[in-house]
């Protein structure tokens, strides 16, 4: 499969995905569930995931961006992944009792218990899941991620429509988890094996264990801030923070999430075939920032309108986190794939002790924002977020070749289309006319009126982006006339 229909595969999976998904939380919080309760289950998740980074271990990366893999391997691969991924399931079990007891609320041990349970089967699907990365195969993957966010939709909905409560999300991502692993596994079985000898394993449990540095401090990095919240501001606090958080999060996810993914494996293979990744990773830049900043003024500007359409006024003070957090995903997005190109450029020991300064970075300045109330500890992610980009602009683009002034040039044209995306909702909320009080036609048509100018800006500015439209455009002209 080309990058490019890969991509286009990647994108639909994204996006069913996330509509799936973010209508079941649109339906759960406007009809079941309270901010303390979601608040709840993300303190419970994010404790569990920072421990569960144990069960990847770099397993996925080493198979996919590995120059030969050896098939004969792969049961030994997964049963590794199993073995570890049983672990980290025993310790969430174990840790839910002394974590509802730490935050003062019973109901966290039943939640940690079902997510404990999730990880049981997770870990299976690992292998099979990164070998058809490996393969580009994003058709079957979409297939798997759509259906099992549909299913896991479902049965969260029906949960808390039964009175679950909290634990209802958790039931929702047991079953997604289920039915997830049971698509990868028809699609690419992998027995899991005892490893016959470690020589067998020994390439992967290397690579492994720098992979894990850095996805553990990733980990502690993005998960203790709901651990953090709740601790300083309460459980009710929490829910607010993780609903902006997440919103600004899905942004992301469904503008750029898609093309990241597939880069991954296709820098592995231009890499493996001697070629410049400059060029390519320049282009990367311009599509992430060039979507991605415009989004984010676009959500900013209509964040209480947004909030109030979608989970009604029981979530209004989600607003002005979400203008917050969504500003700060234009620095999170603006150097992507920042931990997987120095692991395919072979240079994962500097990034280990970066990734480990940019966690505590993060973590001090959420703890010192929280101190001062809910909406400073939202403002501190823009401070996180230019801190961030700051440590990874000075490195990634000498890594790779890439001179300041062509990143500068980017991210200008990437800024000026963002702003001219933004102006009909600026103008707009400037005479008082863009409020939480706002329809949704008078939304809907002032983020229509953003996407012509963020259009007519784009060949204007000659961004990379337009390019990709206009490739996207013959393509789906050819086959429109194949069809024919």
């Known amino acids: 499969m080309s990058i490019r229909r890969a991509a286009i595969w990647s994108f639909a999976s994204q996006y069913a995905s996330f509509a799936i998904q973010f209508a079941s ?63 980290i399931a025993a310790l969430v079990a174990l840790g839910a009792a002394p974590l509802a007891h730490f935050y003062g609320e019973p109901g966290l041990t039943r939640v940690m218990l079902i997510i404990a349970a999730s990880y049981v089967l997770f870990p299976f699907g690992i292998v099979p899941s990164a070998m058809l990365t490996r393969a580009l195969n994003f058709r079957l993957l979409f297939i ?31 079953a997604m988890t289920a039915a997830r692993l049971g698509i990868v596994m028809a699609a690419h079985p992998v027995r899991p094996r005892r490893p016959a000898h470690l020589d067998n394993v020994r390439a992967m449990l290397g690579f492994g264990g720098s992979s894990f540095v850095i ?90 309108p947004v909030v109030h359409l979608l989970y009604g006024p029981n979530w209004d003070a989600v607003a002005p986190l979400l203008r917050w957090t969504a500003l700060a995903e234009m620095f999170f997005v603006a150097m992507p794939l920042q931990m997987d190109v120095p692991i395919l450029l072979g240079r994962i020991k500097p990034l280990v002790w970066i990734n480990l300064f940019d966690t505590f970075i993060t973590i001090v300045i959420l703890v010192v924002f929280a101190t001062w109330g809910l909406e400073a500890a939202a403002i501190g992610r823009i401070l996180t977020g230019a801190i961030w980009l700051a440590i990874y602009a000075s490195y990634i683009p000498r890594l790779v070749g890439i001179r300041m002034r062509q990143l500068g040039a980017v991210y200008a044209r990437s800024l000026i289309v963002a702003l001219a995306a933004g102006a009909p909702l600026a103008l707009a909320k400037w005479n008082g006319l863009v409020g939480a009080d706002t329809g949704f036609v008078a939304l809907v048509g002032l983020c229509l009126a953003g996407a012509c100018c963020w259009l007519v800006a784009l060949p204007l500015v000659r961004h990379p982006f337009w390019q990709e439209l206009r490739l996207l455009q013959a393509h789906f002209g050819k086959l429109r006339t194949a069809r024919l």
């Open 25 to 87: 939380s649109v339906i759960i919080s406007r009809l079941f569930l309270l901010p303390a309760d979601v608040g709840l289950f993300s303190i419970a998740l994010a404790a569990a995931m920072v421990v569960a980074i144990f069960q990847d271990m770099g397993i996925s990366r080493f198979v996919t961006g590995q120059p030969e893999m050896r098939e004969a391997h792969l049961g030994e691969y997964a049963a590794v992944a199993v073995g570890l991924g049983w672990l």
């Open 144 to 174: 798997a991620n759509a259906a099992s966010a549909l299913i896991g939709a479902l049965v969260a909905i029906a949960a808390a429509a039964g009175g679950a409560g909290p634990a209802a999300l958790a039931w929702g991502m047991l």
């Open 215 to 304: 996805s553990l401090s990733g980990a502690v990095g993005m998960r203790c801030q709901d651990l953090i919240v709740g601790r300083l501001l309460g459980v009710a606090a929490t829910g607010l923070f993780t609903r902006a958080s997440a919103l600004a999060g899905q942004m992301t996810t469904l503008m750029v999430g898609a093309i990241n993914s597939v880069f991954y494996p296709a820098f592995a293979k231009k890499r493996d075939a001697g070629e410049d990744l400059a060029a390519p990773y320049l282009h990367l830049i311009a599509c992430n920032t060039g979507v991605n900043w415009a989004a984010a003024i676009g959500l900013a500007l209509a964040a209480e």
